[in-house]
């Protein structure tokens, strides 16, 4: 059925092409004719004077003049090609008026000579228009010839069975499969690394909240006072902010935003604040963007130099709204930790993970590139379809230098 409509297509667009090369040469025959048309003006009359003809006063046409000052024959011809006949008197009038000319048999031969001359001009014309047609017949004939050729391959291509392969299971495509390369592909160096451990494993519900998997940050570049560090942690567990506190130490301020916290604003430790607060796509009650965030603590247009997330789904909320920053924190922000949580990879599963691929190829556009990357080993599973081990949980640190 496809082919068919390909064909279908192909054919209307051969037709319009035709149709368009013919009407656009007719235009061109039309507009650039050697034949010129001649518009008949109003002729004036004047009276014959008495003493060249005895008879009634006699009125006729003025002919045309020549450029030699006279009337000619010629002129008089094609007054004599009109329908009305002329008579003698007036021609004998016509020869008075200009002195000297041509006899009335010379004036019928040159009507006769014009007229001959009218029909060969057809004839040439019709012999042109026959060529024009034969060109068009020949052109139109290889176009046919052309696409029955080009309509006989493409069916011939679709219907071999090297042309596609069928993939090993149709529900997951080649680009899932490059998302998971993705994040474990390191593009960047570092020379300066440090990894910060969290707090010891702990069951129940907070296990997955916690940041127990540790934080691995690039020193290269980093400075070490708390005007001109900054550190924005978003969706970590009041009870797990080891890596903050380490931070604080060091000489970067610390800000923490999470509404994981019965605590309001305070301050933790050495350059290490608390914000109850949500970080959204959009501004409400409790509810922050990374500029808004940025307003409250008059950091635009600063640089961020480390920018981190914990909890399931803020990695994807953050980079909206990195991306999204009517400040350019896509170019103030040095580095991005994202703790990313992804589903299993099955056919339930394929539009979430294909929207978390285009996410992070953002990152790169921007150009941030992979410093960093551990799977979490608790969360591995083994795929079939891709003959590998893959995981939910990948720590990932992408740096813009």
């Given at each position: 059925?496809?082919?068919?409509?390909?064909?279908?297509?192909?054919?209307r667009?051969?037709?319009?092409?035709?149709?368009?090369?013919?009407?656009?040469?007719?235009?061109?025959?039309?507009?650039?004719?050697?034949?010129?048309?001649?518009?008949?003006?109003?002729?004036?009359?004047y009276?014959?004077?008495?003493?060249?003809?005895?008879?009634?006063?006699v009125?006729?046409?003025?002919?045309?003049?020549?450029?030699?000052?006279?009337?000619?024959?010629?002129?008089?011809?094609?007054?004599?090609a009109?329908?009305?006949?002329?008579?003698?008197?007036?021609?004998?009038?016509?020869?008075?008026?200009?002195?000297?000319?041509?006899?009335?048999?010379?004036l019928?031969?040159?009507?006769?000579?014009?007229?001959?001359n009218?029909?060969?001009?057809?004839?040439?014309?019709?012999r042109?228009?026959?060529?024009h047609r034969?060109?068009?017949a020949?052109?139109?004939?290889?176009?046919?010839?052309y696409?029955?050729?080009?309509?006989?391959?493409?069916?011939?291509?679709?219907?071999?069975?090297?042309?596609?392969?069928?993939?090993?299971?149709?529900?997951?495509?080649?680009?899932?499969?490059?998302?998971?390369?993705?994040?474990?592909?390191?593009?960047a160096s570092?020379?300066?690394?440090?990894?910060?451990?969290?707090?010891?494993?702990?069951?129940?519900?907070?296990?997955?909240?916690?940041?127990h998997?540790?934080?691995y940050?690039?020193?290269?570049?980093?400075?070490?006072?708390?005007?001109?560090?900054?550190?924005?942690?978003?969706?970590?567990?009041?009870?797990?902010?080891?890596?903050?506190?380490?931070?604080g130490?060091?000489?970067?301020?610390?800000?923490?935003i999470?509404?994981?916290?019965?605590?309001?604003?305070?301050k933790?430790?050495?350059?290490?604040?608390?914000y109850?607060?949500?970080?959204?796509?959009?501004t409400?009650?409790g509810?922050?963007?990374?500029?808004?965030?940025?307003?409250?603590?008059?950091?635009?247009?600063?640089?961020?130099?480390?920018?981190?997330?914990?909890?399931?789904?803020?990695?994807?909320?953050l980079?909206?709204?990195?991306?999204?920053?009517?400040?350019?924190?896509?170019f103030?922000v040095?580095?991005?930790?994202?703790?990313?949580?992804l589903?299993?990879a099955?056919?339930?599963?394929l539009?979430?993970?294909?929207?978390?691929?285009?996410m992070?190829?953002?990152l790169?556009?921007y150009?941030?590139?992979?410093?960093?990357?551990?799977?979490l080993?608790?969360?591995?599973?083994?795929h079939?379809?891709?003959?590998?081990?893959?995981?939910?949980k990948?720590?990932?640190?992408?740096?813009?230098?």
């Amino acid at each position: 059925m496809s082919a068919f409509l390909e064909y279908r297509f192909f054919w209307r667009e051969v037709v319009a092409a035709v149709d368009a090369v013919i009407f656009t040469d007719i235009y061109k025959l039309m507009l650039f004719s050697p034949v010129q048309l001649e518009l008949p003006t109003q002729p004036e009359t004047y009276p014959v004077s008495s003493d060249v003809s005895s008879g009634p006063e006699v009125h006729m046409s003025a002919p045309t003049p020549c450029l030699q000052g006279r009337y000619c024959g010629s002129c008089l011809a094609a007054v004599a090609a009109e329908e009305e006949p002329i008579s003698s008197d007036a021609a004998a009038a016509a020869v008075m008026l200009r002195g000297e000319g041509a006899t009335f048999d010379e004036l019928k031969w040159e009507k006769e000579d014009s007229l001959a001359n009218g029909a060969r001009g057809k004839r040439s014309s019709s012999r042109s228009n026959a060529k024009h047609r034969a060109v068009f017949a020949v052109l139109f004939c290889l176009l046919l010839a052309y696409s029955a050729y080009a309509t006989l391959l493409l069916y011939s291509y679709s219907r071999s069975p090297d042309a596609a392969p069928q993939p090993r299971a149709p529900y997951i495509p080649n680009d899932i499969e490059e998302l998971f390369d993705f994040v474990t592909s390191v593009k960047a160096s570092c020379h300066k690394p440090l990894t910060v451990d969290g707090s010891a494993y702990r069951e129940g519900e907070n296990r997955s909240l916690s940041g127990h998997e540790g934080t691995y940050i690039c020193l290269d570049g980093l400075p070490k006072t708390p005007d001109t560090c900054r550190l924005y942690a978003f969706g970590v567990n009041r009870e797990d902010i080891k890596f903050e506190m380490e931070m604080g130490k060091r000489g970067c301020r610390a800000h923490i935003i999470t509404p994981l916290t019965e605590y309001s604003y305070s301050k933790l430790g050495v350059n290490t604040y608390l914000y109850p607060l949500q970080l959204t796509n959009a501004t409400g009650l409790g509810f922050y963007t990374l500029d808004s965030f940025m307003n409250l603590l008059n950091h635009m247009w600063k640089p961020i130099h480390y920018v981190k997330t914990t909890l399931a789904g803020t990695e994807w909320t953050l980079l909206f709204n990195l991306f999204t920053s009517s400040y350019q924190a896509y170019f103030n922000v040095k580095q991005v930790r994202l703790l990313l949580h992804l589903p299993p990879a099955t056919d339930e599963n394929l539009q979430r993970l294909t929207d978390m691929y285009r996410m992070l190829i953002g990152l790169e556009y921007y150009g941030f590139k992979l410093v960093y990357s551990r799977p979490l080993p608790d969360t591995q599973y083994y795929h079939a379809y891709f003959e590998r081990h893959l995981y939910t949980k990948y720590e990932t640190v992408w740096i813009r230098r």
